[in-house]
């Protein structure tokens, strides 16, 4: 069966971490599938939406601020732990997501690595850029994370990443997540997923 859902998705991002624990609810009820795509959002960013950047420089940015009370709350209505920003915050995410482009193949696992690093990182406050912490994120999974810190290094998986990052943007992406129903119907984040499960049930 081929998968409606496609969830881009960098493992920095809060508002992704909602989404991806809210999303299998939505699958659940449509019966649709979802194929899941791990992207660089930096890369994102950096092509595409920069503004980003500068609202975080300013300190008395009040959606910004707004934005983290907002955030809670949708945690806590997901009932997903958010301990966050961490000392990590902003994380770099590059070894992280090439963990993910390494288990891109095996979507089971890639769901289940994905689903142990939020944990790590939104919960237990755990550096996401450690390799380290990766591979124990992993092992906990029951995958093998020294395989997974010798795979993010290689050149295919690097070049995966970046491959995925380039058609995200390519289709209109600007961060994560980005999801798209049926192909070009596209989404954006963890609010959008009542439009999500409405343009399923078309």
């Not at 890369?43 to 008395?60: H, I, K, L, S």
């Not at 795979?151 to 390519?170: H, M, Q, Y």
């Not at 596209?186 to 399923?200: H, I, K, R, S, T």
Request: glycine share 6%; charged share 20%; hydrophobic share 45%.
């Amino acid at each position: 069966m081929t998968a409606r859902v496609e969830f881009f998705f960098d493992l920095s991002s809060p508002w992704t971490c909602l989404a991806f624990n809210n999303l299998p609810d939505v699958l659940e009820r449509t019966g649709a599938t979802a194929v899941y795509r791990p992207i660089l959002v930096g890369g994102v960013f950096n092509a595409v939406n920069p503004a980003v950047y500068v609202a975080r420089e300013q300190a008395d940015n009040r959606r910004l601020q707004h934005s983290w009370k907002v955030l809670n709350d949708w945690a806590r209505l997901a009932g997903v732990p958010m301990n966050f920003p961490s000392q990590w915050h902003p994380a770099k995410s590059i070894t992280a997501m090439r963990f993910c482009c390494a288990l891109e193949e095996d979507q089971a696992a890639l769901v289940r690595f994905a689903r142990g690093a939020f944990a790590s990182y939104f919960d237990r406050q755990e550096n996401l850029d450690d390799p380290g912490v990766l591979a124990a994120v992993a092992d906990a999974e029951g995958l093998d994370g020294a395989a997974l810190v010798a795979a993010a290094g290689s050149d295919p998986v690097k070049a995966r990443l970046r491959t995925n990052t380039d058609e995200v943007i390519a289709r209109g992406g600007y961060g994560s997540p980005t999801i798209f129903v049926d192909k070009d119907d596209m989404y954006f984040g963890n609010d959008q997923l009542p439009l999500v499960e409405a343009a399923l049930a078309r």
